[in-house]
């Protein structure tokens, strides 16, 4: 993963946070996703910052964990938004 990249969400995709917790719902497939407390910190750190370094780094200081298992655990989590259709990664 390149945290370099900017994070670019679906104009189909609507997110309401319910007791702590992320509810994202895809207007054009009509799929609900749930994300949990470390996904929601996720999904609104990107939403606040330019690029998913600048995700990461705010993550490093909001979690004890280290920077390696971090980064896989962003990748991954990446990955299956863009899978899903639900954002969409571009070069900064």
């Known amino acids: 993963m390149d945290l370099d990249q900017k994070i670019t969400f679906s ?4 997110a309401q946070e ?5 509810v ?3 207007m054009e497939s ?8 470390v996904g929601t910190a996720i999904w ?10 600048e995700v990461f780094k705010t993550l490093l ?3 004890d ?6 980064e896989k655990d962003l990748s991954e989590f990446v990955d299956k938004l863009l899978k899903s259709g639900l954002v969409k990664v571009e070069k900064y």
């Open 30 to 37: 009509e799929n609900y996703f749930g994300l949990d407390e």
């Open 11 to 14: 104009d189909t995709v609507f």
């Open 61 to 63: 200081e909001q979690y």
């Open 18 to 22: 319910v007791d702590g917790e992320m």
């Open 44 to 53: 609104q750190a990107m939403q606040e910052k330019e690029t998913l370094k």
């Open 24 to 26: 994202l719902l895809d």
């Open 65 to 70: 964990v280290e920077e390696e298992v971090l």
